[in-house]
C-alpha cells in the first residue's frame, strides 16, 4: 500500500515553532514534499526532500529520513496566516498525499 | 512559470447530467496529470493518473466509466464526471509537472490547477 500518516489536528501560539511529522511506507519511494493548503484553494508547494536530512527555507524546513520512512515540516515564528492544512506527498509511481494536519495558530 | 489553468471554478449540475473539466498546462508540456477530488476537511485523493496518448490509470475505486479521462495533448486533460449525483459532489484539481518522468519527479514540485468546486442537486 502507499499508507501515509499525519497527526489530524495541531495548535501552536504566534511566534512558536511547531514540527509537523509524516511517515510512510519505503517501498519504491522517490521522494517527498510538503504543501500548504488554505481552505478551499489549491495546494502550494513549500519544501522538496529527495536525499536524507534537512532542506531550509525561510520560516520553513523540511527533514527526511528515508530509511525510517519519516519526514517532518518544521515552521519558524509562526503566523496567523499560517493557519491551513499541512499535506506531505510520497512519490513512487504516482503522486499520493497524506491525510493531512490541520494547524490552528493562535494569538 | 509552470502554470496549469482549470475550468471551470465551479459549476453546478442536475442529477444526470455530465460535467466535463479541463485542466490545461500553459506554459510547458505535460505527458502526466493527475486528477485528484477532495471532500471538506480531507485530504486529497487521488482519483487518476492522465496519460498523453494513452489510458489513463484509475486508483482503486474509482469507477473508470464514471469519470472519463482523456488526454489529448501535451497540454490538455480531461475529466468528465458522468450521469453526475449528489454524492459527486466535490473539489475536483488537477496537476501537473513540466519534470514529470513515470516513477519520478526530476526535482520539480507538482503545480495546480486553481480546482472545480461541482455541486449536483
Known amino acids: 500500500g502507499q499508507n501515509i500518516d499525519q497527526p489530524t489536528e495541531m495548535t501552536a501560539t504566534e511566534g512558536a515553532i511547531v514540527q509537523i511529522n509524516c511517515t510512510y511506507q519505503?517501498?519504491?519511494?522517490?521522494?517527498l514534499f510538503w504543501y500548504q493548503q488554505h481552505a478551499g484553494e489549491a495546494p502550494t508547494f513549500l519544501s522538496y526532500?529527495?536525499?536524507?536530512g534537512l532542506e531550509e527555507k525561510g520560516r520553513f524546513s523540511s527533514f527526511l529520513s528515508r530509511s525510517k520512512g519519516y519526514s517532518y515540516l518544521l515552521l519558524k515564528e509562526l503566523q496567523m496566516k499560517d493557519s491551513a492544512s499541512y499535506l506531505c506527498?510520497?512519490?513512487?509511481?504516482?503522486?499520493?498525499f497524506g491525510p493531512g494536519t490541520r494547524l490552528s495558530v493562535l494569538p | 512559470g509552470a502554470v496549469v489553468s482549470q475550468h471551470p471554478s465551479w459549476v453546478i449540475c442536475k442529477s444526470g447530467t455530465s460535467v466535463k473539466i479541463e485542466c490545461r498546462s500553459l506554459d510547458f508540456q505535460a505527458t502526466t496529470m493527475f486528477w485528484y477530488r477532495q471532500f471538506p476537511k480531507q485530504s486529497l485523493m487521488l482519483m487518476a493518473t492522465?496519460?498523453?496518448?494513452?489510458?489513463?490509470?484509475?486508483e482503486q475505486g474509482v469507477e473508470k466509466d464514471k469519470f472519463l479521462i482523456n488526454h489529448a495533448s501535451l497540454t490538455l486533460s480531461t475529466l468528465t464526471v458522468t450521469s453526475a449525483h449528489p454524492e459527486d459532489s466535490s473539489f475536483y484539481i488537477c496537476?501537473?509537472?513540466?519534470?514529470?518522468?513515470?516513477?519520478?519527479?526530476?526535482?520539480?514540485?507538482?503545480?495546480f490547477g486553481n480546482g472545480t468546486r461541482l455541486t449536483v442537486t
Open positions: 519505503t517501498s519504491g519511494f522517490n521522494g
Open positions: 506527498a510520497a512519490i513512487r509511481q504516482n503522486f499520493v
Open positions: 526532500n529527495v536525499l536524507d
Open positions: 496537476s501537473a509537472s513540466p519534470d514529470w518522468v513515470q516513477g519520478s519527479s526530476v526535482d520539480s514540485p507538482l503545480h
Open positions: 492522465s496519460n498523453e496518448g494513452s489510458k489513463a490509470t484509475y
